[in-house]
């Protein structure tokens, strides 16, 4: 624990300090499955929620959690410890820093999730996700992660905002066709069981249900399970490409 003198000290040095390295704590309050589902219900965008009910699939993250919570965890992405490997702080580091000022999903302020129960249970025993709050978000049209890179694939040409990833280093470069989906095609994002980089209105603050009670969760919210193949609500209604300049 910090002690006060220390504490006093580091908020009067707070204005010289990246922002990551004095993010608020994190805090997860317990909830029973009642209050998790009028959250979810009242708090979550409903463009996130559509999207559910859509595809069947769930947001996840590894949380470690044995009861549902409402979470407000500090945005890790810029910090060092969270994937130990100096190239995936570098990678996330250049792609904040090639965001334009518009976008709202970035690392410094969101956190990353999947619909992928085995890629989030590499982080922790996996919860579900439900952001609170107005939503913006991010994901890698190419490949199913933001880091590792290595299985990225050729970008296919996509009806949406996009933007180039950057490049990993000055020997690694990105072309503009390896780029991100904004705001758009998030039922083929959970789908595909692409990351997603998320963020709200709300602090990126979220309800997290343990991923064991996903059918009681998808009763009391009267959602489909499974998984669905069907035309994405994306691709039935394209948004014009645009190309912003940053």
Request: a neutral charge.
């Amino acid at each position: 624990a910090i002690g006060r003198a220390a504490l006093l000290r580091l908020l009067q040095l707070a204005p010289c300090l990246p922002l990551a390295t004095v993010a608020a704590p994190d805090l997860c309050t317990a909830v029973s499955l009642s209050e998790a589902t009028m959250l979810i219900r009242k708090g979550c965008d409903p463009a996130f929620l559509a999207a559910v009910r859509y595809t069947g699939r769930f947001l996840y993250r590894g949380e470690g959690l044995t009861t549902a919570a409402r979470c407000t965890p500090r945005p890790d992405l810029l910090l060092p410890g969270t994937y130990a490997d100096p190239d995936a702080l570098d990678f996330f580091r250049r792609l904040e820093d090639s965001l334009p000022p518009t976008v709202g999903a970035r690392p410094s302020a969101g956190h990353l999730g999947t619909a992928s129960l085995e890629a989030a249970g590499v982080w922790g025993s996996a919860a579900s996700i439900w952001p609170l709050g107005r939503l913006t978000y991010a994901w890698p049209a190419d490949r199913s992660e933001f880091w590792p890179r290595s299985s990225a694939q050729p970008a296919e040409k996509i009806g949406a905002r996009s933007i180039a990833a950057p490049p990993l280093s000055t020997s690694h470069w990105s072309s503009r066709a390896d780029g991100l989906v904004i705001d758009r095609g998030l039922d083929r994002a959970l789908a595909e069981s692409h990351e997603v980089l998320f963020v709200t209105s709300s602090g990126s603050s979220y309800v997290a249900v343990p991923a064991t009670g996903d059918e009681a969760l998808r009763r009391s919210l009267v959602l489909r399970g499974g998984e669905r193949s069907a035309p994405s609500m994306w691709q039935a209604h394209p948004v014009p490409p645009t190309n912003p300049a940053f």
